[in-house]
């Protein structure tokens, strides 16, 4: 069984800096794709950042330049390096491999 746990978020002033982490267990994550969404407060889950078994990354115009994700195959996780946050940032993040979701961390960009 599939297993993704995230963590790494929480409260950070805009301008600030977090690195979420997804660590998958049950599967050998190196050969699949694997993305982080976000959903904010009566707004629908969207896309953020994906990384493929060849680390190509495709990012969200939102984000893009200032999150970077990544992935460490031994450690069978992946990251989301997130930079410059804003309010707008604030939201709920996931990760996804194939059809299963984690659990969630909240991350909130405030003064």
């Known amino acids: 069984q599939v297993q993704l746990v995230e963590s790494g978020g929480g409260l950070v002033q805009p301008g600030g800096s977090l690195r979420l982490s997804c660590r998958a267990s049950g599967v050998i994550m190196r050969f699949y794709a694997m993305g982080w969404y976000r959903q904010a407060p009566g707004k629908q889950r969207e896309l953020v950042a994906t990384i493929t078994a060849t680390t190509t990354t495709n990012y969200a115009d939102s984000v893009k330049g200032r999150f970077t994700i990544s992935r460490d195959n031994a450690k069978n996780t992946v990251y989301l390096q997130m930079n410059s946050l804003k309010p707008e940032d604030t939201a709920v993040y996931y990760c996804?491999?194939?059809?299963?979701w984690g659990q969630g961390t909240q991350v909130t960009v405030s003064s």
């Open positions: 996804l491999l194939r059809n299963t």
